[in-house]
Each structure stands twice: as C-alpha cells, then as structure tokens.
T-cell receptor, first 112, second 113 residues
Framework: GQQVMQIPQYQHVQEGEDFTTYCNSS?????IQWYKQRPGGHPVFLIQ?????EVKKQKRLTFQFGEAKKNSSLHITATQTTDVGTYFC????????????FGQGTILTVHP | SQTIHQWPATLVQPVGSPLSLECTVE??????LYWYRQAAGRGLQLLFY??????ISSEVPQNLSASRPQDRQFILSSKKLLLSDSGFYLC????????????FGPGTRLTVT
C-alpha cells in the first residue's frame, strides 16, 4: 500500500532559526496536505497542494510539492515559540472519499 | 459553521471491558467520517471511514468496530479492550468525493489498564 515517510522525526531549533521537514511518498499523489498538532491538541489543517511543482506561502511558512508529485516540504522561516508542535504531511492517492495516508510527523521544539 | 464533538475526552478502562466512543458533526450534511488512532503522540493510523449512513470501511483488522447510525454520528466500539488499544482516538470529517482537507475533533485519550 501507499507509504508516506517524513523526516526528520525530531527537530530542535533556537528561536529565530529556520526549520524544514520533508515528506516522501512511495507512489504518485493526487494532492498532499499539511497539518499541525500542538502538544496535547488535535491536528489542524494548514494547506493543500495539488499541482506539480506548486509552491504556497502562509506568512513564514512555505510549502512545496515536487515535480513528480511524490515529495513535499514545509519550511518555516525565523521560527517562533508559537511554532512548537508536530507537523504532519498527508498524501492523497487519488482514491475517492478523501482517504489520506499520514506521515509519522516531525516534532518541532523551539528554544527561546 | 461546522463543529465536531467527541466524548469522552479521557477514559481509563480495564482490559476486557467494552468501549464506546462517540463523534458528532454539526453544520454539514453527508460528511465523510473517519476514525484514527494516534499512539505515543506520533503518526495517525486510519481505522475506519464512512461515506454514508451504515457504510463502514475498515482499514486495519483489529479489536475495534465502527458504526454510523445517523448522518452526522460516528461510533467506535469494542467488545473487549486489549492493552494495545490504548491511544489517542481522533474523529475527523470531510466533504466531497475528492481528497479534501479533514477537520479533526478534540480526541479521546484512552488508557487500558
């Protein structure tokens, strides 16, 4: 079945440093989504990428979808303590009814 | 606006006891509904999904079952809990037949002792 791998598992940064997490799928995706889960909370949808090579920005967050639609990345510029949490990518394989395969997530810790 | 409710928020149950977790969605019709389990604060494992009343698809054979008695109600059950059933159970919804974003409920933290 479809597998989505995400690296790194953990990332510790000083406030103000940049952060990147990478996501790779074993199969071509119809789209990829990113979610953030704060400690003790539930995943919250951030963004969806659909087109090959697509780049989207949300303030300090930049999301990219690879040309082959098998990989993606999330980059945070100048991290803040509010960025703490686990970032998940989730791949959609084109099946109906929105089934997603989640990566294992990257746990981001930001030291003030 | 749409909201999703889950209860209870936390639950401690002995091994061998039954389980019933409930999820309800407000503000939308005919949603796709999902049950996930998250172990040790890491990845989400899809357990069940439903595209309509009485329609349940199981992703992982295990000790759990799901039912959808009403359009916006999704129930996760077990007849006899195992230690390995401990985890964070999340319900989510989406709409449409494509791969659209999912919205998660607050979750239930289950500890089986």
């Amino acid at each position: 079945g479809q597998q989505v791998m995400q690296i790194p598992q953990y990332q510790h940064v000083q406030e103000g440093e940049d952060f990147t997490t990478y996501c790779n799928s074993s199969t071509t995706l119809s789209n990829i989504q990113w979610y953030k889960q704060r400690p003790g909370g539930h995943p919250v949808f951030l963004i969806q990428l659909v087109k090959s090579g697509e780049v989207k920005k949300q303030k300090r967050l930049t999301f990219q979808f690879g040309e082959a639609k098998k990989n993606s990345s999330l980059h945070i510029t100048a991290t803040q303590t509010t960025d703490v949490g686990t970032y998940f990518c989730a791949g959609a394989g084109g099946t109906s009814y929105g089934k997603l395969t989640f990566g294992q997530g990257t746990i981001l810790t930001v030291h003030p | 606006s749409q909201t999703i409710h889950q209860w209870p928020a936390t639950l401690v149950q002995p091994v061998g006891s039954p389980l019933s977790l409930e999820c309800t969605v407000e503000g939308t019709s005919n949603p796709n509904l999902y049950w996930y389990r998250q172990a040790a604060g890491r990845g989400l494992q899809l357990l069940f999904y439903s595209v309509g009343i009485g329609q349940i698809s199981s992703e992982v054979p295990q000790n759990l079952s799901a039912s959808r008695p009403q359009d916006r109600q999704f129930i996760l059950s077990s007849k006899k809990l195992l230690l390995s059933d401990s985890g964070f159970y999340l319900c989510a919804w989406s709409v449409g037949t494509g791969s659209y974003e999912q919205y998660f409920g607050p979750g239930t933290r289950l500890t089986v002792t």
